[in-house]
């Protein structure tokens, strides 16, 4: 059989490769998160393999709309940006809502456990200020709290732990009603 476009013969044409014509590409359209976010930590993650050993990094992320809602996302990618964007998306899945008191403060004192991580946050008075410290004071800023007193009360230096410690305590306040 004559074979005009010097291709092995089975060989996929200018057309899909199942013979179908391909449409149009997408344009690259860059997402738009009505989320801030903030990336509280990076580790370069290693895993021996039968070659040697394997480099990736895991990224935590933080993204709150500054009026009640937060989530926390951690996943990993080959490189920096990759792994950033995995845990944006997942911590963009994970978000909670939280009723907040005149929207500046938390409206009873909350204290919550997370492995490791204890973690206490009381409502203060207009004009207080945050006082927290860490990836707590991360996860309250991004959720919308003014005025508050926080403290990370267990012994553990983990962020991730002391972020999930603060949204438990944050799930303990309630959701909005809405």
Do not use: W
């Not at 709150?64 to 990618?77: E, N």
């Not at 909670?96 to 008191?101: D, F, G, M, T």
């Not at 267990?154 to 949204?167: E, S, Y």
């Amino acid at each position: 059989m004559f074979n005009p476009t010097n291709k092995p013969a089975g060989a996929p044409h200018a057309h899909g490769a199942h013979g179908a014509p391909r449409g149009p590409r997408r344009p690259f359209v860059k997402r738009v998160s009505e989320f801030k976010e903030r990336v509280i930590e990076v580790r370069r993650v290693t895993r021996v393999v039968a070659g040697g050993k394997r480099f990736s990094f895991r990224a935590t992320v933080i993204v709150g709309d500054m009026k009640g809602r937060v989530g926390i996302g951690v996943a990993k990618g080959l490189d920096f940006s990759a792994a950033v964007q995995k845990a944006q998306r997942q911590a963009e899945r994970n978000v909670i809502r939280v009723e907040l008191k005149d929207g500046r403060t938390v409206p009873f004192e909350v204290e919550a456990k997370f492995d490791a991580a204890r973690v206490r946050i009381k409502p203060a008075k207009k004009g207080h200020g945050l006082i927290a410290g860490g990836s707590l004071r991360t996860v309250l800023e991004l959720v919308g709290v003014k005025d508050v007193s926080a403290k990370i009360l267990g012994r553990t230096k983990n962020k991730i732990a002391n972020a999930c410690a603060g949204i438990e305590a944050l799930k303990m306040i309630g959701v909005a009603k809405k």
